[in-house]
């Protein structure tokens, strides 16, 4: 008999981000499979996330008849070389995290189950949740049919919180890392959403040219928000990161980075 599985995106990070889909999706699961990033070395202090996804079944589930599991996350390379090799390793990563997965669900489920994922912001953007539970029914071999249900992201809270319309009129944005931004500046983007960026990628942009719109560990208590032209705000992002930091163990940041209108 095929176990079901529920992708269900939480939001940024605060238990009231969750859409009214999601938690009901929460109070059809038995038992939530959550990735424990302190198993993999120099990733101290990432607990904190296993507790915040138990504050959000406490806080939206009616009844106490469901699990968290905990799975150990594989480690992986988190600074490569080359985008070759860089992709080379998180495909590496999503298969040793199905097979991780796979067991558990063997292991933690039976036939019947409903098991779920918690995804923070929406599962759609930049996170690896879907690759891998594909990877659970052919790596791992286990007869699983999923839901995705998505969620509220960081884009759209930062430009909540900063009241932002993230295009100019009629105009494009690009979503991209920190990794590519760089090479997306270089071709000719001008209005772009950055994430994945834990070195700070933008400090090598040219800071009187740009406008910033910054925030981490968005719709938690310890939020943190900077705006203003690149070069003058770069060290309250600097500082503000190094907040969220201190308060939480981890950093999860985006930003808005919009060439400025010429004086």
Known sequence: MTRRALLIGIGPGGPDQ???EAVHALNEVDVFLVADKEAEAGRAGTGDLVALREEICRRHITGDGYR???????????APATDRVYGAEVRDWHAARARAYARAVVEHTRPGNTVGFLVWGDPSLYDSTIRVVEQIRTVGG???DYRVIPGVSSVQLLAAR????????GGPVTVTTGRRLAADVASGADNLVVMLDG?????????D????WWGANLGTEHEELVAGRLGEVLDAVRAARERARAARGWVMDTYLLRRAAAD
Not at 162 to 169: E, M
Not at 199 to 207: E, K, P, R, S, W
């Open 209 to 212: 040219a740009w406008d910033l």
């Open 18 to 20: 969750l859409t009214v």
């Open 162 to 169: 900063h009241r932002l319309v993230l295009n100019r009129i």
């Open 199 to 207: 070195g700070l990628a933008c400090a090598d942009l040219d800071g």
């Open 142 to 144: 286990v007869d699983l």
């Open 68 to 78: 968290v599991v905990t799975v150990p996350d594989p480690p992986r390379d988190r």
